[in-house]
């Protein structure tokens, strides 16, 4: 009986929401950039870390994030797409990028359904290159500092268990 009569209502609430231009999906992502991959031959030219956070209101995709400590100036900072993460892909979405070794990066765009699955899935990644960084690995392509965005949650300190399934955005697709 409650349903039937509240029913309706979330309808017309959902409906004005996506008429009058309020989002209907909103939600906020984040990722730790690290050196990526680090070996005896890389670990020279491939160092630093950085933060990035991206939000998405169902209309507007938007990245901001900083570095530092890179051995040498940033050269460009890109999205990529995945098939799962942890896995190099295409290049999506240029960034604006600082070039220096310590700096930010930035952007504003609107994602095609299906960039926005792979946000809401976890197989969105930040890639930020170098002067120094390799033109390319064996396995795929250059970059200093990478990092897959995942949904926005608590960052807890060194040596400390990571708490929640944030990691594996796939479980809570419902959900964003």
Same mark, same amino acid.
């Given at each position: 009986? #409650?349903?039937? @009569? /509240?029913?309706?209502?979330? !309808?017309?609430?959902?409906?004005?929401?996506?008429? =009058? $231009?309020?989002?209907? /999906?909103?939600?906020?992502?984040?990722?730790? !950039?690290?050196?990526?991959? @680090?070996?005896?031959?890389?670990?020279?030219? #491939?160092?630093g870390? $950085?933060?990035?956070?991206?939000?998405?209101?169902?209309?507007? /995709?938007?990245?901001?994030?900083?570095?530092?400590? +890179?051995?040498?100036?940033?050269?460009?900072?890109?999205? =990529?797409?995945?098939?799962?993460?942890?896995?190099?892909?295409?290049?999506? +979405?240029? @960034?604006?990028?600082?070039?220096?070794?310590?700096?930010t990066?930035?952007?504003?765009?609107? +994602?095609?359904?299906?960039?926005?699955?792979? !946000?809401?899935?976890?197989? @969105?990644? #930040?890639?930020?290159?170098?002067?120094?960084?390799?033109?390319?690995?064996? &396995? $795929?392509?250059?970059?200093? !500092? &990478? $990092? &897959? +965005?995942?949904?926005?949650?608590?960052?807890?300190?060194?040596?400390?268990?990571?708490?929640?399934? &944030? =990691? #594996?955005?796939?479980?809570?697709?419902?959900?964003?």
């Amino acid at each position: 009986m #409650i349903f039937k @009569l /509240f029913a309706p209502a979330l !309808l017309v609430a959902l409906a004005a929401s996506s008429i =009058f $231009g309020a989002p209907v /999906f909103s939600a906020d992502y984040q990722t730790n !950039l690290g050196p990526m991959p @680090l070996d005896d031959e890389t670990k020279a030219v #491939i160092a630093g870390r $950085g933060d990035a956070t991206a939000s998405y209101d169902g209309k507007t /995709f938007v990245v901001n994030g900083d570095f530092r400590g +890179l051995p040498s100036n940033a050269t460009t900072a890109h999205v =990529f797409t995945s098939q799962v993460a942890g896995m190099p892909g295409p290049k999506i +979405l240029d @960034l604006d990028v600082t070039k220096a070794t310590s700096g930010t990066i930035s952007g504003s765009f609107s +994602l095609t359904a299906a960039q926005t699955r792979a !946000l809401r899935t976890g197989k @969105l990644y #930040i890639q930020i290159n170098s002067e120094k960084a390799p033109a390319e690995y064996p &396995w $795929g392509p250059k970059g200093t !500092l &990478w $990092g &897959w +965005l995942f949904p926005a949650h608590e960052t807890v300190g060194p040596n400390i268990p990571q708490q929640d399934h &944030w =990691f #594996i955005p796939q479980l809570d697709i419902s959900s964003r």
